[in-house]
C-alpha cells in the first residue's frame, strides 16, 4: 500500500536504476537457472537426462521421469505422509509458540531471563550429542514407527518461538495491560488481542517450520522403519544418495531424481507464494530483547 | 519479604506459565534429557550394546590432541564467516533493489526465485552445483565461449584453491533469498515520512539507502548475525554432500569429522565429546558474537 | 481472509490425506490403484499369499520369530517387502520380521543397537563388521557355521575365508562379491579398427588404445578414459603392472602398508599423468562419483569408452541400452581382465563382503543360522535375486519368465549374485556378465580395516596432485606414505 504513497520523485536516477535492473537480473539468473535446469531434466525422457552438461532447454520431452518415481520408486504414499505429518506437526506448533512468544513478552514476569536462555540453549545443541538418546526416549514413549512419533519429534523450535515473541513486541503492550485492568483473562487477551494481529507472525512461523520440517532427515530415518511410514525426504535422499561402493545394481535414472526433487518441493513452492504477502511482513525479526 | 514479592508476581503470572508448560515439558523431554544423557557419554567408554565404563576425561584428552579437530574447527569457522558474510551482503542486496522495483509481479517473480534455493535442502543442491561445476558443466561451458577452443575445462572440486569459495557460494547462494526476505521485512516497517524529508532536502534516492534504510534495519542484522553465528559449526550436509578427497584438507568440519571418526566407526563416547566441545564452541562464539554487536546494551530499554 | 482460506484448505488436505493413509492399511489394493502399476493377476497374487503364509506359520511355530535390520536387501517397496518377508517366512518356516531404515543406516543401526533393540540379523558392510567385532558387539558363530552342512557345503572355503577375523566368523552372506574389470565400449573400439580382445595387456598397450580413440573422436567432451581416482576405486587392474595390491597390505614383519603409496607405484601413477596430459583421462575422474562415471559411459552418453566397474555393471549398461531401443551393432560393452602383472597373471579388486551379522544380543541365533543357510542355497539366491514368484516372475512350463516388476527390479533384491558355489542363475545374467565374471579367478579382496574412508582420501588426494604435476611423483607418495602413518591407517 505505502509503495503507492511513496513520493513521486523519490527514486533512484536512470543509470542507477538501469544497473540496480542489471544487478538483480544477473542475481535472478544465478538463483533461477539451476532450478530451471532441474526443471528440464525431470520432464526429459530417460536418455537425454543422462548425458551430461546443463541443459536449459528440452530435446527431448516426457513425462516418463514422473511416472518412474510414482510407478516404481512409490512416492504417492511418502508425499501423504509427509503432507499428514507435517501439516498438523506444524499446526500445533504454530499454537504451542505463540503460547511461549506470548509469555516471552510479559514485563516483569520472574525467570524472564531464565527461561529465554532455556529456550535459546536448545537452538545450539548438535544433533550429534543427542542422537542415541533421543531414540532411546522415543522408544520408551513408544513413538517409533508412527505418525504420532513423526508428528511430536521437532514439534518446537526456539527459534519459531522467538520469532513470534519479536511479532508480539511489536503489538502494544498497554493494550493488553488495560484489558487486564478491566478484568480480561489472559487467555482472552492473548486471543482476542494478540492473535489477531498476528496474522503475518504466525504465518510466518508456520512457513519456516514447514520448510523444515517438510525437510526433516535425520529424525524420520531414525524413528521409521516402516515402509508405508516413510517420509518423502527418506525417499528423495535414498534416491539421490545411492550407495555407489557395493556391486549391487538397482538406481534411479536422473529424470526421475529430478523428477522428485520438483515434486517435493511444488507444496513448499505453492505455500510460499500463496504466503508471500504475509511472511513479508511476519519476518521483521527486531532485536530478541530480554 | 523479597521472596513474598516474588511468589506474588509468579502466582499473578500462574497462567502465563501454564502457557509455557507444553514447550518446557517439550524441551526438557527432548532436548534436556538427550543432551545430559549426551554429556555424561561423553566421559564414558560406551560399547554399542551396553556395557559403558567411565574413564574421565580420555575423549576429550584425545580429540583436544588430535591435530584434526583443529583444523575441522577453523575450516567451519573460515568457511561459515565468509558464507554468512556473501550470504548477508547478496540478501542485503536483493532486498534493497527489490524495494525500489514498482512492478508488483516482478517483485513478486524475483522474490520467489530467490527464495527457491532456500526451500531445497543439502542433498538437492549439492548435487546440483556439482554438475554446474563439473568439467562439462555450464561454467567451463561459458569460460570456453569466452577463451575459444584450446580452452582446457576446470575441474573445480577438485582444486582446493577454490574449495572454501565453492563451499561459501553455494551455502550464500542457497541462503541469501531467506536473507534477502528478512531484510525486506524489515525495509517496509520503516516510516516513509522519514524518506519523504529527505527527498524534500534534497537527498539523492541513494543517499537514502546508505542513511536511512541501512541504519534502520540494523537490528535485524544483528539478529542475523546472531542467529549465523549459532549455527556456524552446526553446518554438516552441505560438506557431507560437496566434499570429495582432494579438497577435504580445506572444508573438514567438525561434525563431518565427529561423523566420520564416531558414526561411521559406532564410536559413541568419543562422538559425543566432540560434540559436547561443539556446543561449548557454540556458546562461546554466540557470546563473543553478542559482545561485539553490543547486542544487550543498544536494546536495553 | 486470504490467509485463513489457505489455513482453512490446508488442514482440509491434511485431513484428507491422514485419511487416505489411515485407509490404505485396510484396504490393501487402494495404493496400487492409485498408482496404477500392478496387474490384475498380481493383486490377486497379493492377496492369497499372505493367507498361505499364516498357515506356513503355524504349522511352523517351533522356529520362532527372526528379527531382521536390513538395508539393500529385499523388496524394493513396501508391498514387495511384505512378500518378500513372507516368502522367507515359508522357505524357513520360521517367522520373520524385517526393518528398513530409508536412510542414513548406520546411524540408525547405531542407535537401534544402543538403544536396545534386539535383532538376530543386522546387514553391514566389511568397514562396519570389523568395527562392530571391535566393539564386541557381534556374537561368534564360527562352531555354528562349521556345523552346517549348507553354509559349509555350499558356499567357497575362500569366501569364509575371507570374513575370518582372528580364526572367528561373526556373519554369514548376503551375496557373492564380484569384482571390479575394465570395461570397454566394443563399437567404438571396433570403429578405429581395434578387436578388443587383441589389446596389448600393458600400460603401454592401453594407452595407445586411448590415442587412437581420441583422435578418431570429434566431440571435444569426449575422453577415452576414466575412473574414479578421487577413492581409488578403479586403479586395480594398472596397478597390476607392476604387481601391486589395493588397501593396506601387511608385510613379513607384520606391519601395515599400502602398496600403491610405495615408490614401486609410481610408474602407474606417471601413466596416469601422461593419460591427464594428453587428454585421455576425462578430468572429471578427480571429482566424479561412480554414478557419474557411468552415465558417461552408459548408451545415451559415450563420452567415454574405457572405464573400471563392476562385473555387474557391464551388463547392465548393455542391458539399459536394450530397453533404450540401442541395439548391440551400434552400443555394446565388452570386459577385460586389465594389464598383465610381471609374473603374467592379473589382478582385479573383489569387493568388500556384504553380511548379515549375528548381534551378541540376539535371542534366536537358531533362527538366524536359518536364514543364514536358506541364502546359501539355490531357492534362497532365487530369491535374493530374480525375487518373489508370482510378483517378479512367473514360471511357465518350467521356464522362468520375468512380469513388468521383474523386469525394473533387474533380478537383484540384494544378491544380483548369489553366494551359493553352484547357482545357476534361472533367468540368465544380463548380455556381457558371463565374460566378465569369468576374470573372477583373478579377483581378491583388500585387507578390511576400521577406516578405510581416510585410507581412500589419502591416497585420492596425493594422487591426484600427482596426476596434476602439481607434485612429482616420488614426493607424493613420500606425502602420502607420511600422511597414510600419521592418520593410523598404516605402519611405515
New interface residues.
Given amino acids: 500500500m505505502w509503495m503507492k504513497k511513496k513520493a513521486l520523485a523519490n527514486e533512484l536516477t536512470g543509470p542507477q536504476k538501469f544497473f540496480a535492473g542489471l544487478v538483480l537480473l544477473i542475481i535472478f539468473i544465478i538463483m533461477a537457472v539451476p532450478m530451471w535446469n532441474a526443471f528440464v531434466v525431470s520432464t526429459s525422457s530417460?536418455?537425454?537426462s543422462?548425458?551430461?552438461?546443463i541443459k536449459i532447454w528440452w530435446d527431448d520431452f516426457s513425462l516418463e521421469g514422473y511416472g518412474y518415481v510414482?510407478?516404481?520408486?512409490?512416492l504417492?504414499?511418502p508425499f501423504?505422509?509427509s503432507?499428514?505429518v507435517t501439516?498438523?506437526g506444524v499446526?500445533i506448533q504454530v499454537i504451542l509458540s505463540a503460547f511461549a512468544g506470548y509469555v516471552l513478552i510479559q514485563k516483569d514476569l520472574p525467570f524472564k531471563g531464565a527461561i529465554t536462555s532455556f529456550v535459546m540453549l536448545t537452538m545450539m545443541i548438535p544433533g550429534d550429542l543427542t542422537?542415541?538418546s533421543?531414540?532411546?526416549m522415543n522408544?520408551q514413549l513408544h513413538l517409533l514407527n508412527s505418525?504420532m512419533g513423526l508428528i511430536i519429534n521437532g514439534l518446537i523450535s526456539g527459534f519459531s518461538i522467538l520469532l513470534m515473541r519479536n511479532y508480539f513486541t511489536s503489538v502494544s503492550y498497554s493494550l493488553a495491560e488495560s484489558a487486564r485492568i478491566d478484568g480480561a483473562s489472559e487467555l482472552r487477551i492473548f486471543a482476542n488481542i494478540y492473535l489477531p494481529i498476528s496474522?503475518p507472525g504466525l504465518?510466518t512461523v508456520f512457513f519456516m517450520e514447514y520448510v523444515s520440517k517438510w525437510n526433516s532427515?535425520?529424525l524420520?530415518?531414525?524413528l521409521?522403519?516402516?515402509?508405508?511410514k516413510?517420509?518423502l525426504p527418506?525417499?528423495l535422499?535414498?534416491m539421490i544418495?545411492?550407495?555407489?561402493?557395493?556391486?549391487?545394481?538397482?538406481?534411479a535414472p536422473?529424470n526421475a531424481i529430478m523428477a522428485a526433487i520438483i515434486i517435493s518441493m511444488a507444496p513448499l513452492l505453492l505455500?510460499y507464494i500463496?504466503?508471500q504477502q504475509?511472511l513479508l511482513a511476519g519476518m521483521s525479526l527486531g532485536a530478541i530483547k530480554e | 519479604m523479597k521472596a513474598t514479592k516474588v511468589y506474588k508476581r509468579i502466582k499473578r503470572y500462574r497462567f502465563i506459565y501454564l502457557m509455557l508448560l507444553p514447550v518446557v515439558a517439550y524441551f526438557l523431554v527432548f532436548s534436556y534429557y538427550p543432551l545430559a544423557l549426551g554429556i555424561f557419554n561423553s566421559f564414558r567408554q560406551?560399547?554399542?550394546?551396553?556395557?559403558s565404563k567411565f574413564i574421565g576425561l580420555e575423549n576429550y584428552h584425545n580429540i583436544i590432541k588430535n591435530p584434526l579437530y583443529l583444523r575441522a574447527l577453523s575450516n567451519s569457522i573460515i568457511v561459515g564467516a565468509g558464507t554468512f558474510a556473501l550470504q548477508f551482503l547478496w540478501g542485503l542486496t536483493i532486498a534493497i533493489l527489490l524495494n525500489e522495483i514498482k512492478s508488483k509481479i516482478v517483485k513478486s517473480a524475483i522474490q520467489t526465485a530467490t527464495f527457491i534455493p532456500y526451500l531445497l535442502s543439502w542433498a538437492v543442491v549439492g548435487g546440483l552445483w556439482?554438475t554446474i561445476l563439473?568439467?562439462?558443466g555450464m561454467i567451463n561451458g561459458f569460460l570456453k565461449i569466452i577463451q575459444g577452443?584450446s580452452f582446457?575445462?576446470i575441474?573445480f572440486?577438485?582444486e582446493p584453491a577454490f574449495a572454501r569459495e565453492i563451499m561459501i557460494f553455494t551455502g550464500a547462494w542457497k541462503g541469501a533469498g531467506y536473507y534477502a526476505a528478512l531484510f525486506l521485512a524489515a525495509i517496509v516497517t520503516i516510516d516513509q515520512n522519514i524518506y519523504e524529508a529527505a527527498s524534500i532536502d534534497g537527498a539523492s534516492r541513494w543517499k537514502q539507502i546508505i542513511h536511512i534504510t541501512i541504519p534502520n534495519i540494523a537490528s535485524t542484522m544483528k539478529v542475523v548475525a546472531l542467529l549465523a553465528a549459532m549455527g556456524v559449526l552446526r553446518n554438516f550436509d552441505q560438506i557431507f554432500m560437496m566434499a570429495?578427497?582432494?579438497i577435504?584438507?580445506k572444508v573438514q568440519n567438525l561434525l563431518y569429522l565427529i561423523y566420520?571418526d564416531g558414526?561411521?566407526?559406532?564410536k559413541?563416547g568419543p562422538a559425543t565429546a566432540a560434540a559436547t566441545l561443539v556446543l561449548l564452541a557454540t556458546m562461546i562464539i554466540s557470546f563473543t558474537v553478542r559482545r561485539l554487536l553490543r547486542y544487550d546494551d543498544s536494546y536495553r530499554d | 481472509m486470504?490467509?485463513r482460506k489457505?489455513f482453512t484448505l490446508?488442514?482440509f488436505?491434511?485431513m484428507l490425506?491422514?485419511l487416505?493413509?489411515g485407509c490404505?492399511?485396510k484396504t490393501e489394493d487402494q495404493?496400487s490403484q492409485?498408482?496404477?502399476?500392478t496387474n490384475e493377476t498380481k493383486t490377486e497374487e497379493n492377496k492369497k499369499e499372505p493367507e498361505e503364509n499364516k498357515v506356513a506359520e503355524e504349522t511352523n511355530e517351533t522356529g520362532g520369530t527372526v528379527r531382521i535390520?536390513m538395508?539393500?536387501t529385499g523388496g524394493?517397496?513396501?508391498d514387495e517387502?511384505k512378500l518378500f518377508q513372507d516368502a522367507l517366512s515359508e522357505a524357513t518356516g520360521l517367522t520373520i520380521e524385517i526393518?528398513?531404515?530409508?536412510?542414513?543406516y548406520?546411524?540408525?543401526l547405531?542407535?537401534?543397537?544402543?538403544?536396545?533393540?534386539q535383532y538376530d540379523l543386522i546387514y553391514i558392510?566389511m568397514?562396519?563388521y570389523m568395527?562392530?567385532i571391535d566393539?564386541?558387539?557381534l556374537l561368534d558363530i564360527t562352531d555354528r557355521v562349521k556345523a552346517s552342512d549348507i553354509l559349509t557345503g555350499n558356499v567357497d572355503e575362500k569366501e569364509w575365508a575371507d570374513i575370518t577375523v582372528d580364526g572367528k566368523i561373526y556373519a554369514g552372506f548376503n551375496?557373492k562379491?564380484?569384482h571390479r574389470v575394465v570395461a570397454l565400449n566394443k563399437n567404438m573400439l571396433e570403429n578405429v579398427g581395434i578387436d578388443y580382445k587383441t589389446i596389448d595387456p600393458s600400460l603401454d598397450g592401453y594407452y595407445q588404445v586411448f590415442k587412437k580413440l581420441k583422435e578418431a573422436s570429434t566431440d571435444?567432451?569426449f575422453y577415452p578414459f576414466n575412473a574414479i581416482i578421487?577413492?581409488t576405486w578403479d586403479l586395480q587392474p594398472w596397478m597390476a603392472a607392476q604387481g601391486l595390491k589395493g588397501g593396506v597390505v601387511i608385510d613379513s614383519d607384520g606391519k601395515k602398508y599400502v602398496p600403491f603409496a610405495s615408490d614401486e607405484a609410481a610408474p602407474v601413477w606417471e601413466w596416469f599423468k601422461k593419460l591427464y596430459d594428453e587428454?585421455l583421462l576425462?578430468?572429471?575422474s578427480?571429482?566424479?562419483?561412480?554414478?557419474?562415471m557411468r552415465?558417461?559411459m552408459?548408451?545415451?552418453?559415450q563420452?567415454n569408452a574405457v572405464t573400471v566397474d563392476?562385473?555387474?555393471?557391464v551388463g547392465?549398461h548393455n542391458a539399459n541400452a536394450l530397453a533404450?531401443g540401442v541395439t548391440p551393432d551400434t552400443y555394446e560393452i565388452v570386459s577385460l581382465p586389465g594389464v598383465k602383472t610381471p609374473d603374467g597373471s592379473y589382478m582385479l579388486a573383489k569387493?568388500g563382503a556384504?553380511l548379515f551379522a549375528v548381534?551378541?544380543?540376539a535371542q534366536n541365533v537358531d533362527g538366524a543360522i536359518k536364514v543364514l543357510e536358506y541364502f546359501a542355497t539355490q531357492e534362497g539366491g532365487e530369491l535374493l535375486s530374480v525375487g518373489i514368484e508370482g510378483h517378479d516372475y512367473t514360471v511357465e512350463n518350467g521356464k522362468y519368465v520375468l512380469t513388468e516388476i521383474g523386469e525394473?527390479?533387474?533380478c537383484?533384491h540384494?544378491a544380483?549374485?548369489p553366494i551359493y558355489k553352484d547357482f545357476k542363475h534361472p533367468v540368465g545374467y544380463n548380455p556381457g556378465v558371463d565374460e566378465a565374471v569369468s576374470y573372477g579367478e583373478y579377483a581378491s579382496i583388500e585387507l578390511p580395516i576400521?577406516?578405510e574412508?581416510d585410507y581412500?582420501?589419502?591416497?585420492?588426494?596425493w594422487g591426484?596432485?600427482i596426476i596434476k604435476g602439481e607434485i612429482s611423483a616420488l614426493d607424493g607418495l613420500a606425502k602420502m606414505r607420511e600422511e597414510l602413518v600419521s592418520m593410523g591407517v598404516t605402519d611405515k
Fill in positions: 530417460l536418455l537425454s543422462t548425458q551430461s552438461g510414482f510407478k516404481v520408486t512409490k504417492f504414499r501423504l505422509n503432507f499428514f501439516t498438523v499446526i542422537l542415541i533421543v531414540y532411546q522408544k505418525y496474522k504465518a532427515i535425520m524420520p530415518a531414525t521409521i522403519t516402516d515402509q508405508d516413510y517420509t527418506l525417499m535422499k535414498a544418495m545411492q550407495d555407489t561402493s557395493t556391486s549391487g545394481t538397482a538406481y536422473q505455500i500463496f504466503a504475509y | 560406551v560399547k554399542i550394546l551396553g556395557g556439482i563439473s568439467p562439462t577452443d582446457r575445462p575441474v572440486m577438485s570429495n578427497s582432494s577435504l584438507d566420520n558414526i561411521i566407526q559406532f559413541i | 486470504k490467509l489457505l490446508l488442514v488436505t491434511a490425506s491422514g487416505l493413509v490404505k492399511g495404493g492409485t498408482t496404477g502399476t535390520m538395508n539393500v524394493k517397496d513396501e517387502m526393518e528398513k531404515p530409508a536412510s542414513d548406520n546411524a540408525v547405531m542407535q537401534k543397537l544402543n538403544g536396545g533393540e558392510n568397514g562396519d568395527n562392530l566393539q564386541e558387539a551375496k562379491e564380484v571435444p567432451e578421487s577413492e587428454e576425462d578430468p572429471a578427480f571429482v566424479d562419483k561412480t554414478k557419474d552415465a558417461k552408459g548408451a545415451a552418453s563420452k563392476w562385473a555387474a555393471w547392465l533404450g569387493g556384504s548381534p551378541a544380543n525394473a527390479h533387474a537383484d540384494g544380483p549374485f576400521p577406516n574412508g581412500k582420501a589419502i591416497c585420492g588426494k591426484i596432485q
